[in-house]
């Protein structure tokens, strides 16, 4: 079966085991989803999503199913200017968003969407931009100032603000994971935020990568 065929929460099951050779609900406490191209030196970079970047039914189908599996998704403000239209919601027709969410709901028995956080220094953030209207309980994650920033706005929308002294990956992955009992975080965001959770000893560690190569 192919990801653009998938209308309920068995088609889910099928093509996640057709891609992994496994069944894909194991938890894990760090996914990171990303797309790359592949030069022509053979060098892997960072695809920019724009209304001209390839697209891939495999691609959406892995996102698709990690946000499925995440208690909270994290992105930054950077994505947010980037990608203007972007949300953490299923993406596709309304069969196969209705057949991520039962499969969300069936297999790992979790009822409502993921926390969807957002790592900013809040200067420059886009507080029309759509994420803040999802259903998935938006978050922001910044500095002490950052929140003072933030208050009247974020008091108005309704949207949660965390603020820390030097907030950092790091320190939001931990609120999520220690404050908000988060079991599972997906990722997603660029370079500059992931790469360090890839160096040794850091914490913590990304368990699983979920990579889409063009």
Known sequence: MRPDEVAAWEDVREVARGIYRADAHGEVALLHVTAVWR?????????????????SEYDRFVLNLARARADAILTTGKILRTEPDLSHDFLGPPALRRAFGDWRRVILAKE???????????????????????????LVFTS????????TWAA?????????????????????????????????????????????????PIDELLLSVY
Do not use: M, W
């Not at 953030?125 to 938006?138: C, E, G, N, W, Y």
């Not at 002490?144 to 208050?151: I, K, N, Q, V």
């Not at 599972?184 to 790469?195: C, F, K, M, N, W």
């Open 144 to 151: 002490t100032d950052g929140r003072s920033r933030l208050a």
């Open 39 to 55: 030069d022509e030196c053979a060098e892997y970079r960072t695809l920019n999503l724009t209304t001209e970047t390839p697209t």
């Open 112 to 138: 409502h969407p993921p926390l969807s956080v957002v790592l900013t220094s809040g200067r420059t953030l886009d507080r029309h931009h759509p994420i803040f209207q999802s259903p998935a309980r938006p």
């Open 156 to 204: 108005s929308v309704p949207v949660e603000v965390v603020g820390v002294d030097q907030p950092s990956t790091g320190k939001a992955l931990a609120h999520l994971q220690e404050e908000r009992g988060a079991r599972t975080v997906s990722l997603e965001a660029g370079p500059s935020t992931t790469l360090p959770l890839y160096e040794q000893g850091s914490a913590p």
